[in-house]
Every structure is written in structure tokens, then in C-alpha cells.
């Protein structure tokens, strides 16, 4: 892709992130030491080398009349002003991963998109993928290549003037399922659900806007590909497409009941070897750490919870919200003013309508262009400051309860605002949400002390990764086994394909390791090792003599039933039409 460059770097599957930024490089001195050049043994002369730098001052100003070390000096003095002494001692890193013409993508907006993928991922799959899977390289690229991707639509959208407007970012907003109560937008949930996410209303809408301004180009392009008839005819010719046939069902052959002699047993069994075979299997030792069972001393004091209380303050504060609803009326046309007079007419003969008494909802229903409320009789919910357009907010923040107002110019047109109800701004005391700031605290102590000792059953299995003893033992945990079980898994956490995958890894099954911390679940990780090792055997032909006599009588059918198949065909190929018929008639071929 033209003006996109990725830097040059090769990392392995663990490197954090998987392209580095310019390195700088260390200063390396090359070449064989020589004796130096006349020209620069007179140089030396000048300042020998058991000169200090107070001597070569002294010379200096010994000189400092000359007009060359007056300019040398000045030009000195100026660039210190510029930029600073420390500029000539620190080298600037570049800590970008790739560049999109003159944007560069950082590794903090990496590593900020790698978390929101492995996050979305654990909860799409309930914990249960193996942590390992998101250091892949190629998962890494993905990541990245979807991140120049999005810049280069964002450029494209730059060059071509494209805008998303603020009325499609807060259709967008209110229609988030998980911002709604009773199928309305509720902005209580919405403030509460980005708060738990270190988000503020403006820093979210800006996140959707990204996203729909990555979406309008490709969604443009797409609305514009231009379908012949002759397309549509073969699409229709092949979707409607249909096909008759005839076949014969064949009776399964008579079983073989002829005897089934030791020595083809004993032949069957050789050449079958592999499929007689008790499969490798093992017993692991485990420790397992799940945040749910730890013991965790979370009983807060006042003054801690209060603590809480005033730092996150701005979360107990609810602004004052509006309930209102609107009848969009768009500007037709190109938009020129006769297209303005046109719709502004239109908008105020719909007001006195409203004014006048008659439904407001019915109304909407009969004349909005606004498709998202339209059905709902215009209905917009409760809304507060900051998430309208900034006309419609201030004409829907100067009104009181019941009124409808004149026509509000916006980017998408003009709006008829009726105010349905006023619900004051309010901050929660304290002893109102006590129980609340109890519950967080203990979840978010738990989550303390379960990283502390996730971080250490890490370090311990790592540093002893022969044993999981020691590890039990300084954290409190119980060492449990499992029953044998094949590659195929077994019962239980042998069930679970993370573990079936560390079991029969290299590093656990042949160096005999510790294994890496393996997620099972929401802030549920354990650690294991083989116990027990059993390799794969061949089973007795004893064992096994009734499976091989049922499979070589199996078998027989299986050949009598292709060898009548292949009679059939050859004779339909043969006679065709007729021998069709005598098939279908049960005559045979």
C-alpha cells in the first residue's frame, strides 16, 4: 500500500510489540589505529595531547578578539538557546510501529488495540483460550494491519472531505443495546458502563466517530457498485436453479456367516496393527489459583470507603436530563436556500400543528424523516448536555416542561423539539452508595491480591520448573492430580483443550517442565506438570479377537454391496433407459 512503511524489525513470537522503532545505534569504531597525516600532526601540535580543556580555554580566550571565534561562539550560544544543552547528549528514539504517509501509529495505540482484542477474545470464549495464542506473530500482525488499514481510510476520508456529522454519532450512542433500559437509552448506564472503562462521554464519542468515519468510505464505495441485468440474470438463473434425478437404493447384502479363520484374524490384526493400540497417556500434578475462593480480608472502614467516595465523585453525579421528543424535517435537494425555505416552511407549518393541540407523537409518526425515532413518535429518551448537537441542546435546555419549540436549525435539518418531562441534577450521598463502594472494593481487593499471587506462581513455577511444590507450599495452595488420560482428553479439567494442550507439549510432556500459567477462565489460572507417563502399547491379539472377526465380517459386506453398485452402473452405462427401469422395477441390471 503506497505511503505506508512498517519499521524494519524481526521479532519473535514474545516481543512486545512485533515491530520495534529505530533503534539507536551504539558507537562502534572501526579500522586499524594509524599514525596521523602531517596536516594532522600540525594540528595536534596546536593542542597536544596532554593539553586539558583549561588549557585549551586559555587559548581560546587568548584569541577571543578574532572575529572567527566571535562567530564560532555565537553560533554556539544561539543553537544552546534553541534547543537546549541536553539536546546534544539525548538521542530521540522513534518509538512508532509503522507510518501511514505523515501519521504514525504508536506502540501505545498498539498495545492499546492488542488488549481490547485479547479482552473481546477471553469473553467471546469464557476464558478458555490459551494465552500463548495471542503472542503469535502472525495475531500480532493482524493488529497491526488493521490499525494502518483504519489510517489510511481516515487519510482517504481527510483528502475527500468526508464528515461524520454529530447527529449520526448520537443516533449511533442511543442505539448501543447496552446503554438501554426498557429498549430506551439510559444515561445513568451509559455513564456507569464508561466510567468502568476509564471513559468520559466526549473520549467515547470521539471513539465513534472513528468508527464510523472507518466505516463511511468502504459503506459509500459499496452503495455505488454498479449490477447489470446480465449479473442479476445469472444470480436469479442460479439461485432458482433446480435439478432432478432418480437412483436405486440398494438392500444391504446378506451378512458372511462363513467362518472366520485364525489365520485371517491373525493377517488382519497384522496389517491393522496401528488400530489396536492403547494410546499414550498421562496424570498431571496441578496447582490451581482461582480468584473466586480466595480468603481476602475486603471489610473497608468508613474512612476508607469515604476516601473512595470523594476520589470518584464525578460517578455519583448525575447531570440533569431531559425526556424529549423531535420531528426532523431534512433540507431537500442541494441545499441551497431555496431548498432551506422549503423545509423551514415545512418544519414551521408542522410546529403550529403541534402548538395547536394536535398529537405530537402522531405527528411524528406521519411527518418525521428522522427513520431511527420516527416509529417511536419521535421519542429521543432522556438525553443531558453533551450528547446533542449543540442548537438542538440549547434550544432543548431554554424550555420548560410541556413546550414545543420553533423550528431548531441542525447539520441534519430542522427539528420540532417537544420537552416530555425535567429530571434535576442530582449527587448521590454517600450513604447512598456505601453498600455499593463496599462491594467494589472488596471485588477490587480480590483482584489485588489475585494478581500478586498469579504474578508470584509465575515467578516460582519458573524459577523451580521441576517441582510445583515450593510453589504450593509459599502460597497456600493444594497440590491435585488428575486420572490418566489419552490425547483425546478425558473428564473434568481434562476435558479442558488448554490444558490437553500444555500436557502433550514439548516443554511439559519431554523436557519434564512446568508448565506456563494456563487460563481457564475469568481470573482462573493453574499451573501443572506430568505426574505419570504411560506410552502407547499394542493390544493383545487376545484382546482384541472379537473386534478383528466383526471388522473382516464387516468388511466382506462392504465388498459384496461396491461389487453390486459397480454392477448396476456399468449396466445403466450400458443400456441406459432401459436398464434404469429394470432396476427400478427390482429386475436387475
Avoid: C
Avoid at 49 to 58: A, C, H, S
Avoid at 80 to 101: K, L, P
Avoid at 442 to 466: P, W
Avoid at 539 to 565: C, N, Y
Amino acid at each position: 500500500m503506497a505511503g505506508v512503511t512498517h519499521e524494519e524489525a524481526h521479532p519473535a513470537a514474545s516481543d512486545w510489540p512485533p515491530y520495534e522503532g529505530a533503534r539507536v545505534a551504539p558507537l562502534v569504531f572501526r579500522g586499524a589505529i594509524r599514525a596521523p597525516s602531517q596536516s594532522s600532526a600540525r594540528r595536534l601540535r596546536r593542542f597536544p595531547i596532554g593539553t586539558t580543556g583549561d588549557n585549551m580555554l586559555k587559548a581560546l580566550r587568548g584569541k577571543k578578539s578574532g572575529l572567527l571565534v566571535k562567530i564560532v561562539l555565537g553560533v554556539i550560544v544561539v543553537g544552546f538557546s534553541f534547543f537546549g544543552i541536553e539536546s546534544y547528549f539525548i538521542a530521540r528514539v522513534d518509538n512508532a510501529v509503522a507510518r501511514v504517509g505523515d501519521t504514525e501509529i504508536s506502540q501505545d495505540a498498539f498495545r492499546q488495540r492488542f488488549d481490547e482484542n485479547r479482552q473481546r477474545m477471553m469473553q467471546m470464549m469464557g476464558g478458555a483460550v490459551d494465552a500463548s495464542y495471542f503472542e503469535r506473530p502472525e495475531i500480532k500482525k493482524q493488529i497491526l494491519e488493521q490499525l494502518v488499514n483504519e489510517q489510511v481510510l481516515l487519510d482517504a476520508n481527510e483528502k475527500l472531505g468526508i464528515r461524520v456529522p454529530d447527529e449520526r454519532v448520537r443516533s449511533e450512542i442511543l442505539g448501543i443495546a447496552a446503554f438501554q433500559k426498557d429498549g430506551k437509552f439510559d444515561s445513568d448506564t451509559y455513564k456507569m458502563l464508561l466510567s468502568t472503562q476509564g471513559l468520559t462521554p466526549r473520549s467515547f464519542d470521539d471513539r465513534i466517530r472513528d468508527d464510523l468515519a472507518v466505516r463511511t468510505l468502504p459503506e459509500q464505495v459499496g452503495s455505488t457498485v454498479l449490477v447489470t441485468d446480465a449479473d442479476v440474470d445469472t444470480y436469479l438463473r442460479l439461485r432458482d436453479q433446480k435439478r432432478d434425478f432418480r437412483y436405486a437404493k440398494l438392500d444391504a447384502p446378506a451378512a458372511d456367516d462363513s467362518a472366520v479363520s485364525d489365520e485371517e484374524v491373525q493377517t488382519y490384526y497384522t496389517e491393522h496393527a496401528q488400530d489396536y493400540v492403547t494410546p499414550e497417556r498421562v496424570a498431571l500434578d496441578y496447582v490451581e489459583l482461582d480468584a473466586s475462593k480466595l480468603e481476602v480480608n475486603a471489610q473497608p472502614d468508613d474512612a476508607t470507603l469515604k476516601e473512595r467516595y470523594e476520589k470518584d465523585k464525578t460517578r455519583y453525579v448525575s447531570a440533569e436530563q431531559r425526556e424529549a421528543a423531535h420531528i426532523l424535517v431534512k433540507v431537500g435537494g442541494k441545499g441551497g436556500p431555496d431548498d432551506q425555505k422549503a423545509a423551514l416552511a415545512k418544519a414551521q407549518a408542522i410546529a403550529q400543528e403541534a402548538k395547536g393541540g394536535k398529537n405530537f407523537a402522531e405527528l411524528a409518526k406521519q411527518s418525521s424523516e428522522d427513520l431511527g425515532s420516527k416509529n417511536q413518535g419521535g421519542d429521543l429518551g432522556w438525553l443531558e448536555k453533551g450528547t446533542t448537537d449543540e442548537a438542538f441542546e440549547a434550544a432543548l435546555f431554554a424550555m420548560n416542561k410541556g413546550d414545543i419549540s420553533d423550528p431548531v436549525l441542525s447539520a441534519e435539518g430542522y427539528h420540532i423539539i417537544e420537552l416530555r418531562d425535567v429530571r434535576p441534577g442530582k449527587t448521590r450521598s454517600f450513604e447512598e452508595v456505601k453498600a455499593d463502594l463496599a462491594k467494589e472494593y472488596s471485588t477490587s481487593e480480590r483482584d489485588r491480591v489475585y494478581a500478586e499471587k498469579a504474578g508470584r506462581l509465575t515467578d516460582l513455577t519458573y524459577q523451580d520448573a521441576t517441582s510445583l511444590e515450593p510453589a504450593a507450599k509459599e502460597l497456600g495452595l493444594t497440590l491435585q492430580k488428575t486420572d490418566l488420560f489419552a490425547r483425546t482428553g478425558g473428564t473434568g479439567l481434562a476435558a479442558n483443550p488448554n490444558v490437553l494442550k500444555a500436557a502433550f507439549s514439548d516443554t511439559v510432556l519431554v523436557q519434564n517442565n512446568n508448565s506456563d500459567p494456563i487460563e481457564i477462565g475469568p481470573n482462573h489460572i493453574l499451573v501443572l506438570r506430568i505426574s505419570e507417563r504411560k506410552p502407547a502399547t499394542p493390544k493383545a491379539i487376545e484382546e482384541v479377537r472379537d473386534q478383528v472377526k466383526a471388522k473382516i465380517v464387516s468388511e466382506r459386506a462392504a465388498k459384496k454391496a461396491k461389487a453390486r453398485a459397480d454392477e448396476l452402473f456399468a449396466a445403466i452405462g450400458r443400456d441406459g433407459e432401459q436398464a434404469q427401469g429394470r432396476i427400478a422395477a427390482g429386475h436387475g441390471p
